[in-house]
């Protein structure tokens, strides 16, 4: 399935930092990302659009083939950037949009921390972007060479948008304190491709079929270090084969849940407990696992870039579902 960006040259594990977290000491050393495309302009702006806007109001193929109905994931948007890029986002307060750092990143070197405006189409409203804000240790960690990477693993962003959304949408609540095992069930969620593999040196993936797609899937690895900078942490999940979900380039930005499945969508208490980055593959017996690299939001990192955010300016439009607003009150999921 879903997420991230990546490509490039095999490096040994060590020195990306993956250790053994991932595989397994007789496994080959090797760790592909997905293609880059370094001639594409970083986008001057970014626009999200609701699941039935994007796809309408019918049910649409998942993963797998089972189906879901837009209608009951009312709170994720998505946006096309171009040929080969996409991105989601879940909205997470009445104003407040959470989606990947490197989604927004402008890249710009003389302003690190530049983020690129958004709007969000829900419903009959059209609101645009006030701020977009990365994560502080995103923003200073420099910028990478491949556009496809992300700077980190602190790979979120907050936007604050100039409007409410209708009181008729149910918006997403954050988990700040969830499990991080091994093998805690989760479910990933993402559009941006139905299928990928490896070519020669890099990770080339299929055309969206722009079908929104959930698989259950579980926490294969913890702390697992980020394969571009020293500092931050992933969780990861493994898929072993093409009936396994996994992230594609598009799901970035996007949820991972805790407290639901494939079977039961409709759980009041699921909460986004995790944010879509970067998919890698390693080399496992003659063929390739596919990782998904996901930010966590129980990072203290988080939670404390949360409440600066919410508290400089004090703006009472910053609160969202889980960290400001209690799950149940004002349309949050409870």
Known sequence: MTGGLGGGRRKSLAALGIGIALVAA??????????DYPGEPVPTAIRFQSLEIKFGSG?????????????????????????????SATIIGPSVLLTAAHCVDARNKLI???????????????????????????????????????????????????????????????????????????????????????IGNSIEHGPSDEALRIGDSNLHAVNVADTLVDAGTYVATRSETKSQPYICPGDSGGPMMTHTSVEDTLQNDRRIAWVNSKLVALAHDGHWDFYSLIAPSNQAGLGSFLTAWQDSPVRAARKVCGKGIKPGDDNCRG
Request: proline share 8%; with cysteine; charged share 20%.
């Open 26 to 35: 007789s496994d080959t050393p090797h760790v592909v990302l997905v293609k």
């Open 59 to 87: 049910q649409v193929q998942l993963a797998n083939g089972d189906t879901v109905d837009p209608a009951q994931w009312p709170a994720i948007v998505v946006a096309t950037l171009s040929k080969t890029s996409f991105c």
């Open 112 to 198: 690190p921390d530049a983020t690129i405006p958004v709007s969000v189409e829900v419903g009959n409203l059209d609101l645009q972007s006030i701020e977009c804000k990365m994560h502080q240790n995103y923003a200073a960690a420099p910028i990478p060479a491949r556009k496809a990477d992300p700077r980190s693993a602190d790979d979120f962003a907050l936007c604050e948008l100039n409007g409410k959304m209708p009181k008729s949408l149910t918006m997403e609540t954050l988990e700040l304190e969830a499990s991080l095992t091994k093998q805690e069930p989760v479910v990933l969620i993402g559009y941006g491709c139905t299928s990928a593999w490896v």
